[in-house]
């Protein structure tokens, strides 16, 4: 399951754009490590928007 951040308002636009973890372009190596240490969908999302 891909979970999404959107926008403040809940309002899809061309400047919020909904996100999976599929747009981070991490390999299913490094988003499996980062599940064994804690990591879940969001938290990879949060790390790579940072």
């Known amino acids: ?3 999404m951040i959107t926008s403040p308002h809940e309002q899809q ?3 919020y754009p909904q996100l ?3 747009d981070t372009d ?3 190596e490094e988003q499996s490590t980062m599940r064994e240490h804690g990591y879940d ?3 990879m999302l ?3 928007l940072l």
Do not use: F, K, L
Request: proline share 0%.
């Open 1 to 3: 399951m891909n979970e």
């Open 13 to 15: 636009n061309e400047d």
């Open 20 to 22: 999976t973890i599929a």
């Open 26 to 28: 991490w390999t299913d």
């Open 41 to 43: 969908n969001m938290d």
């Open 46 to 48: 949060r790390a790579w």
